[in-house]
C-alpha cells in the first residue's frame, strides 16, 4: 500500500507540473498522432507477503525467480495531453515456497509456476518538457491464467485452487524521448496491486513494481 501512495503522491505532482508547462508551451506546428504502438520488456519485482498463515499451517514464500511482462501497449490520444490505453501481454510469475503444518515430519518444497495473458486497461497524462514527454498512468489490468504449476517435493501437481481470473489497480510514471519523428525510446516504473484474490479459497494477492522499457510508434 506504502507504494501505491508514494506513486499517486507523484501521479497528482506530474499533473500539476503539467497544467503550468502546459500554458507555457509554444503551440506545435505538425498535427499530433492520434494512435501510437507502444512494445515492451518488463522485469518485475514482486513485492507480494512473504508469509502467510491458513487453517492448515503456514507457508512461507520466496520471491528470486525472473518475474517479467511481454507485450504490447495501443494508445489513443483523445486530447494532446490524455490518452486511453488498452494492451496485452505475457506475464510470468514463478516463485518458490516453504510449506510447514503441524502434522508434518518435514517442510514441503513447493517450485510455483504462474503464467496469466494480462489485459491492461488504463488512463495517461501527458506533459512535453524540452524533448522529454513525462507521463502518468492509472488503471485496471486484467489477469487470465494459462498456467498453474506446481512442483510438489519433485512431483509436477495442477493447482486447481487457483482463480483462472483476477482482477488488479496498477499506476505508473514514465518519460520518453524522440530518436526519430515517429519513435521513441520510453521507461516506466509501474505498480501493480491485486483487487481480488489469486487463490480460490485463501487470501493471498499479488502485488508487483514492475520497470519497463521499451519503443513508442506513432501512426
Not at 23 to 28: F, G, R
Not at 94 to 122: A, G, M, R, T
Request: hydrophobic share 35%; net charge neutral; charged share 20%.
Amino acid at each position: 500500500m506504502k507504494y501505491f501512495i508514494i506513486i499517486i503522491t507523484l501521479f497528482t505532482s506530474v499533473l500539476s507540473f503539467g497544467q503550468n508547462s502546459e500554458l507555457e508551451s509554444k503551440p506545435e506546428k505538425q498535427k499530433q498522432s492520434k494512435i501510437r504502438l507502444s512494445p515492451f520488456f518488463s522485469y518485475d519485482f514482486n513485492l507480494s507477503n512473504d508469509i502467510y498463515h491458513h487453517n492448515y499451517g503456514t507457508t512461507y514464500f520466496t520471491y528470486e525467480k525472473v518475474n517479467y511482462r511481454v507485450g504490447i501497449d495501443v494508445d489513443y490520444f483523445l486530447k494532446k495531453n490524455i490518452s486511453i490505453s488498452l494492451g496485452v501481454n505475457y506475464s510470468n510469475k514463478n516463485y518458490e515456497s516453504w510449506y510447514n503444518c503441524e502434522d508434518c515430519f518435514s517442510p514441503f518444497f513447493q517450485d510455483i509456476k504462474l503464467q496469466f495473458i494480462d489485459v491492461p486497461i488504463y488512463g495517461s497524462y501527458h506533459m512535453n518538457f524540452n524533448k522529454f514527454n513525462f507521463f502518468g498512468q492509472i488503471g485496471v489490468v486484467n489477469h487470465f491464467t494459462i498456467k498453474r504449476e506446481v512442483h510438489f517435493n519433485n512431483q509436477e501437481v495442477i493447482l486447481e485452487n487457483i482463480n483462472k481470473y483476477y482482477l488488479s489497480g496498477k499506476i505508473g510514471l514514465g518519460a520518453s524521448y524522440p530518436i526519430t519523428n515517429k519513435h521513441h525510446l520510453f521507461v516506466l516504473t509501474d505498480y501493480t496491486t491485486g483487487f481480488t484474490d489469486i487463490f480460490g479459497n485463501e487470501d493471498y494477492k499479488i502485488k508487483t513494481l514492475g520497470i519497463r522499457m521499451g519503443i513508442q510508434f506513432l501512426l
